[in-house]
């Protein structure tokens, strides 16, 4: 069975596997002791860390080795912001962060501080002038992911820490996403990452901070991982770590122009076989393995589960997904189609004959799902009845107030209105999405009693 979901978790390196079962029986012991058997376990812990940072790019000393991407994320922020709390608690992220920036960014603004999201493009990617203008004097630190894990899209990193060092603020780079495809530029202060998106074990992120970085680990004091990461060390999985790192990097080269041979036929023929498709992200400056495209008039939980029946696994940030009432923050920045939202990121070793494969059944599943839902082929006009219309998809969720719509829009003359009446998040982005596809005009949205009322105008 195709597993498509890379970027939430890739499937253990073959690498990773056999350090992790050869430092089950070396690595088990107390690093911290003299005896031979401390001192085994600490030679294997320092000799993962020098691999690591060797990759990521910093010194040995640098590296802590923490429970999860998650957490080294949450030490990262907030340690930096501890440490520098004389200069101002403004903390600034992109809009497309993964949730736990955006969710520290939150506690930091419970406690009294502020933060500031950077918009992107309708791609994904932050301006670096628009980053720079957000600077401010009292900011303490800046956060931008090196690319999106949702739509593959690269940031420009170099640009946004050029200006950070011109403004004397540290930058954390969420480089979890692509720290197996090769190092972050320089110019980062702190960075952070997780083992299992590289095929690693999961339970192992990484926090690197700069020399020179002002620094203040937050919590109770421990005397290991130099203060910044608690508890005793997980020996035999940060050792699958590293080695699984090193791998995937000496591998990368070959297999990042295989996977994005393929992600580029994923790219084009998509909207060829299938009526309706947004593919979404920058189409050049992503990651090689993780396309993203949206399909009108479907529900995103039942493509999924479709799909899955069809023998492939992949993800959603569709709002009409069991996980989620709205659509993903990443979507909803970009500003972008959310429902019908298929996430395909292919791990190490994925073959072409399952990427045909997968654009043979995609069509038809597609289909079928619209078909189910009732949503029109195409918009057919009829003897005009009124120049405008109300359709009411109160308590409906994606994708029926857009199927709605198009049944009507064709029942209003040219130049006449439609107005949905809807209460699902997803509408707001939706219902434009839909404008474009079709070349109707969507004049705005107002607010109703319940929810919100979008107007389209007719124009063809």
């Given at each position: 069975?195709?597993?498509?979901?890379?970027?939430?978790?890739?499937?253990?390196?073959?690498?990773?596997?056999?350090?992790?079962?050869?430092?089950?029986?070396?690595?088990?012991?107390?690093?911290?002791?003299?005896?031979?058997?401390?001192?085994?376990?600490?030679?294997?812990?320092?000799?993962?860390?020098?691999?690591?940072?060797?990759?990521?790019?910093c010194r040995p000393d640098e590296l802590t080795f923490t429970s999860s991407g998650t957490r080294a994320v949450h030490s990262a922020i907030a340690g930096a912001l501890a440490g520098r709390r004389r200069v101002g608690r403004h903390l600034v992220v992109s809009a497309v962060e993964h949730s736990s920036v955006l969710h520290a960014a939150a506690t930091h603004e419970a406690q009294g501080g502020t933060f500031a999201e950077v918009p992107v493009d309708r791609a994904g990617a932050v301006s670096a002038a628009a980053y720079g203008e957000t600077l401010r004097e009292d900011t303490a630190l800046a956060c931008l992911q090196s690319a999106n894990h949702e739509v593959g899209t690269e940031q420009p990193v170099t640009e946004v820490a050029e200006l950070c060092r011109a403004s004397g603020v540290p930058l954390l780079v969420d480089a979890a996403q692509s720290l197996g495809w090769g190092p972050v530029p320089a110019g980062w202060s702190l960075l952070a990452a997780s083992a299992h998106k590289w095929g690693g074990p999961s339970g192992v992120g990484l926090l690197a901070v700069r020399k020179g970085v002002r620094f203040a680990p937050q919590g109770p004091a421990d005397e290991r991982e130099s203060g910044r990461a608690v508890g005793f060390e997980n020996i035999p999985a940060v050792v699958a770590a590293a080695a699984s790192l090193r791998a995937v990097r000496a591998e990368a080269a070959a297999e990042s122009v295989r996977l994005r041979a393929l992600v580029d036929l994923i790219r084009a023929r998509v909207p060829e076989l299938v009526p309706d498709v947004e593919v979404v992200g920058d189409p050049v400056r992503r990651l090689p393995h993780l396309v993203t495209f949206s399909c009108l008039y479907v529900d995103g939980e039942t493509l999924l589960h479709?799909?899955?029946?069809?023998?492939?696994?992949?993800?959603?940030?569709?709002?009409?997904?069991?996980?989620?009432?709205?659509?993903?923050?990443?979507?909803?920045?970009?500003?972008?189609?959310?429902?019908?939202?298929?996430?395909?990121?292919?791990?190490?070793?994925?073959?072409?004959?399952?990427?045909?494969?997968?654009?043979?059944?995609?069509?038809?599943?597609?289909?079928?799902?619209?078909?189910?839902?009732?949503?029109?082929?195409?918009?057919?006009?009829?003897?005009?009845?009124?120049?405008?219309?109300?359709?009411?998809?109160?308590?409906?969720?994606?994708?029926?107030?857009?199927?709605?719509?198009?049944?009507?829009?064709?029942?209003?003359?040219?130049?006449?209105?439609?107005?949905?009446?809807?209460?699902?998040?997803?509408?707001?982005?939706?219902?434009?999405?839909?404008?474009?596809?079709?070349?109707?005009?969507?004049?705005?949205?107002?607010?109703?009693?319940?929810?919100?009322?979008?107007?389209?105008?007719?124009?063809?």
């Open positions: 069975m195709p597993y498509f979901d890379a970027a939430s978790s890739a499937p253990l390196h073959p690498v990773a596997r056999q350090a992790l079962l050869a430092a089950l029986d070396e690595g088990w012991a107390d690093p911290a002791r003299l005896y031979r058997e401390g001192r085994r376990a600490r030679l294997l812990l320092d000799a993962a860390r020098e691999a690591a940072a060797e990759a990521v790019g479709e799909l899955d029946r069809a023998e492939f696994s992949v993800s959603s940030g569709s709002s009409c997904t069991s996980s989620t009432l709205t659509p993903s923050h990443v979507l909803r920045a970009m500003g972008v189609l959310s429902e019908g939202n298929v996430r395909v990121s292919l791990p190490t070793g994925t073959t072409a004959e399952d990427v045909d494969r997968f654009l043979q059944v995609l069509p038809g599943v597609v289909s079928e799902v619209r078909e189910k839902l009732g949503a029109p082929v195409s918009v057919t006009p009829s003897p005009a009845a009124a120049t405008s219309l109300v359709v009411d998809s109160l308590g409906k969720r994606c994708p029926i107030p857009v199927i709605e719509l198009a049944k009507v829009i064709g029942e209003v003359p040219v130049g006449g209105t439609v107005t949905v009446l809807s209460d699902d998040e997803a509408a707001r982005l939706d219902i434009p999405a839909w404008c474009a596809m079709r070349e109707q005009e969507y004049v705005g949205e107002q607010p109703a009693d319940r929810g919100s009322a979008y107007v389209v105008r007719r124009l063809s």
